[in-house]
């Protein structure tokens, strides 16, 4: 299509899917090998631009309606929609400030509907429904309306010169108390986002308009079914439902292990109780990273801080530098975003900064955009950080209470999304040794070398290799990435002459690496086989499949600690 259209985050552009072509195929979606759970430009033309994380349409948008202008294209139309939620995000604003400036078309449609994920915090927030109930600019506009319509002024034909008249008022209004009005973008609204007539209309009028023009629409989240509307926040991603009675439909989980994200949330809390230091931080993330269990019991300790990932590091910092310990929970994949923060503001000074990095791993039906596979091999590089992953709930608890002792450092922790592996969960808080591993089977033939839950899969299929292959396998988690266990890796290394590496993370920069480099800094020459994500971006698909892409299923480790123990050395 001649014209883009750029979706922020995307789930908002399923109905733009169903609209383009791939209604047949939309009961794929999320699915392995079928549609994308995001925008994509590879799966279609109309996919303007790869979503997945916030704040980013405005920005992009931008770019190509500065491209179209420098390529003689001054008739193509630009449009970014964005969320009311990723309005928190200051990649927005950086985008607004520089369409400020910058001789462009673009138009920038605001979906407020008072939501991300979990309701949306913020002064932006605040700001955008003082404007939807302002009562000067919306008791003039409807007084003026009504005249006009009395006069016989207000018609069809006439519409265009209601508009221009709107848009005067605004100016004469609106514009010193107008954020966007102010930055020199003709701000239209706010209007019934579900009223489609209406919106046709005003899009028709506004389209030819030159220069950068925001649209804000008030919506409700889930409209059209009643369920989703009342509870948004459940409704978000509500899982397998019953569409004809609104009931959302779960496994009997109760003999089941708990997901890491509640072991997260309770041992928070009760870290907080014994430690009145401990403060809760989560950019937009509450209820899925399980900080809602702090925020219900000490409210005044727990901050939501909106989709604002380098903020809620800096801000951590700050707390940190004025004696709190601030347990900053952010998905590995999101912790990108705030990469300098890290370094910058909290690892140059040593602060007592706690990254409870969630979702780290493949993550499933989200796909590349939201896969948590590169913290291992970013934060690696970085000095003063304490660098770990627990294996079950049990490390995870115990890691968590180390991490909140007495001058740590910035420490950061790592696990994935879902069920651990422990349906007794609840072990005794005690420290760990920072830097320490554990060896948890011996073994004469081959060395397999884990870190994080991705250990309990390799020890099962550690048991049928020496079964298939006849062969003795050792067992060392690692827990620790930085600093590195390195009297664990001397016996490794000296006892073994083949070695297996295993991670949920990507290959190059990984734990593998660190194995590999510590191996050739003293000497060691044992044949390793590295397992985990290759040198690719991994697409969606279930966990189950996803590890069997990338070989690091059961079967793809039995295959690997077998395949090495056949070498020659």
């Not at 291992?376 to 304490?386: C, E, K, M, S, V």
């Not at 627990?390 to 069920?419: C, S, V, W």
């Not at 990435?481 to 070695?499: I, N, T």
Request: proline letters at 5%.
């Amino acid at each position: 299509p001649y014209d883009r259209i750029v979706w922020d985050v995307g789930h908002q552009a399923y109905g733009h899917k169903i609209l383009t072509g791939r209604r047949e195929a939309f009961c794929t979606i999320r699915k392995f090998r079928g549609l994308h759970p995001f925008p994509f430009p590879k799966e279609s033309e109309y996919d303007s631009f790869v979503s997945g994380h916030a704040s980013n349409s405005i920005s992009v948008a931008l770019g190509m309606s500065v491209a179209a202008k420098q390529k003689g294209e001054t008739d193509r139309k630009v449009v970014a929609v964005i969320g009311d939620g990723s309005m928190s995000g200051g990649l927005a604003f950086e985008g607004l400030n520089n369409t400020s400036s910058t001789a462009s078309d673009v138009l920038i449609i605001i979906n407020d509907n008072d939501m991300s994920i979990d309701r949306s915090v913020g002064g932006m927030k605040q700001y955008l429904f003082n404007l939807t109930t302002s009562n000067r600019y919306n008791q003039i506009r409807f007084r003026m309306s009504k005249f006009l319509f009395k006069i016989g002024i207000l018609n069809e034909s006439r519409r265009k010169i209601l508009i221009r008249f709107n848009n005067s008022l605004k100016s004469l209004v609106a514009q010193q108390q107008n954020i966007f009005e102010g930055m020199n973008i003709r701000y239209f609204g706010p209007l019934d986002g579900h009223n489609v007539k209406n919106l046709v209309r005003v899009l028709r009028d506004i389209k030819d308009m030159k220069g950068p023009k925001i649209l804000h629409l008030h919506t409700i989240k889930g409209k059209g079914f009643i369920p989703a509307e009342e509870d948004a926040i459940s409704w978000h991603a509500p899982g397998v439902f019953d569409p004809q009675i609104g009931e959302r439909i779960f496994a009997d989980t109760t003999q089941m292990p708990p997901l890491f994200q509640d072991v997260f949330g309770n041992t928070l809390l009760e870290l907080a109780r014994m430690n009145e230091k401990i403060i809760g931080i989560t950019p937009a993330m509450p209820s899925g990273c399980s900080m809602n269990i702090l925020m219900r019991e000490m409210p005044e300790r727990a901050f939501d801080v909106g989709i604002a990932e380098g903020h809620a590091v800096t801000f951590s910092g700050g707390m940190a530098k004025e004696g709190l310990i601030p347990f900053c929970n952010i998905y590995s994949s999101f912790m990108q975003r705030a990469y300098d923060n890290m370094i910058h503001d909290v690892a140059i000074e040593k602060l007592n900064v706690v990254f409870c990095l969630d979702r780290a791993g493949l993550v499933g039906e989200d796909g590349p955009t939201h896969h948590g596979v590169f913290d291992l091999a970013y934060l690696r590089p970085i000095p003063n950080l304490i660098l770990a992953s627990p294996m079950n709930e049990h490390e995870l608890r115990k890691l968590m209470y180390t991490a909140q002792l007495p001058d740590r450092g910035p420490f950061a922790i790592r696990y994935p999304r879902g069920r651990g592996c422990l349906v007794d969960w609840k072990c005794r808080l005690e420290e760990i040794s920072i830097g320490k591993g554990r060896k948890l089977k011996e073994g004469k033939d081959v060395a397999v070398v884990t870190i994080g839950p991705i250990g309990t899969l390799a020890a099962k299929a550690i048991t049928r290799a020496e079964t298939q292959g006849g062969i003795s396998v050792a067992h060392y988690d690692l827990r620790f990435l930085k600093p590195l266990d390195e009297a664990l890796l001397h016996e490794a290394g000296s006892r073994f002459k083949k070695m297996v590496t295993i991670e949920d993370g990507v290959i190059k920069g990984g734990m593998g690496s660190a194995v590999l480099e510590f191996m050739a800094d003293n000497g060691y020459q044992p044949k390793v086989t590295r397992i985990g994500v290759p040198d690719e971006f991994i697409e969606h698909g279930s966990i189950r499949e996803l590890y069997h892409l990338c070989g690091m299923d059961e079967e793809g480790i039995v295959k690997g600690i077998l395949s090495v123990s056949e070498q020659r050395v």
